[in-house]
T-cell receptor, first 114, second 116 residues
Framework: DAKTTQPPSMDCAEGRAANLPCNHSTISGNEYVYWYRQIHSQGPQYIIH???NNETNEMASLIITEDRKSSTLILPHATLRDTAVYYCIVRRTRVGTSYGKLTFGQGTILTVHP | SAVISQKPSRDICQRGTSLTIQCQVDSQVTMMFWYRQQPGQSLTLIAT?????????ESGFVIDKFPISRPNLTFSTLTVSNMSPEDSSIYLC?????????????FGEGSRLTVL
């Protein structure tokens, strides 16, 4: 699976949009971009995923560049409860030994402050 | 979605002993995984728990140290054998509920293990 690069930490003011970048310049055509987050002392929580089109759900929006080499997770109105580690993961869709599993990097620690 | 229950939620163990962690899901799932999260670190995949057959281990993890069972589609156990302080970690069960290649994974709350 392609490697991802994320900033180690970011800050955001409560109520503002949080834009978390992820670089995945070696991504291949059959690899999806996934975002998870882990709030302190909890298991990771799925946020969103996409292949090449932008995606939006009740939690966030995912913007993938046209060349697919980078993406941005957008939390439109960040709250204090959004303080967490955010993981950007690229995963292949093929079956076999990598089927279904995710490889986590170090992620971005997002701190939302009042 | 899936509700995942792990037991124990936390434990303190003595060096040289073994501990079995249970993972129970409220619905049948296609795949189950075990992850480890060492203090201050990200998650590392230990193995894929296969129903009715031996687990598939990632590089650096072996069956003798981390035996795994998965007797049915809703339950799995991970045993941490002959523990040392380096095994102090959070162990997380993860499941995938749908077929195909794009479904998300759901995680349990983890089992926090401290080895003295």
């Amino acid at each position: 699976d392609a490697k991802t690069t994320q900033p180690p930490s970011m800050d955001c003011a409560e109520g503002r949009a949080a834009n978390l970048p992820c670089n995945h310049s070696t991504i291949s055509g059959n690899e999806y971009v996934y975002w998870y987050r882990q709030i302190h002392s909890q298991g990771p929580q799925y946020i969103i995923h996409g292949l090449k089109n932008n995606e939006t759900n009740e939690m966030a929006s995912l913007i993938i560049t046209e060349d697919r080499k980078s993406s941005t997770l957008i939390l439109p109105h960040a709250t204090l409860r959004d303080t967490a580690v955010y993981y950007c993961i690229v995963r292949r869709t093929r079956v076999g030994t990598s089927y279904g599993k995710l490889t986590f990097g170090q992620g971005t620690i997002l701190t939302v402050h009042p | 979605s899936a509700v995942i229950s792990q037991k124990p939620s936390r434990d303190i163990c003595q060096r040289g002993t073994s501990l079995t962690i249970q993972c129970q899901v409220d619905s049948q799932v296609t795949m189950m995984f075990w992850y480890r999260q060492q203090p201050g670190q990200s998650l590392t995949l230990i193995a894929t728990a296969n129903q009715g057959s031996e687990a598939t281990y990632e590089s650096g993890f072996v069956i003798d140290k981390f035996p795994i069972s998965r007797p049915n589609l809703t339950f799995s156990t991970l045993t941490v054998s002959n523990m040392s302080p380096e095994d102090s970690s959070i162990y997380l069960c993860s499941v995938r509920t749908s077929g195909g290649n794009t479904g998300e994974l759901f995680f349990g709350e983890g089992s926090r293990l401290t080895v003295l």
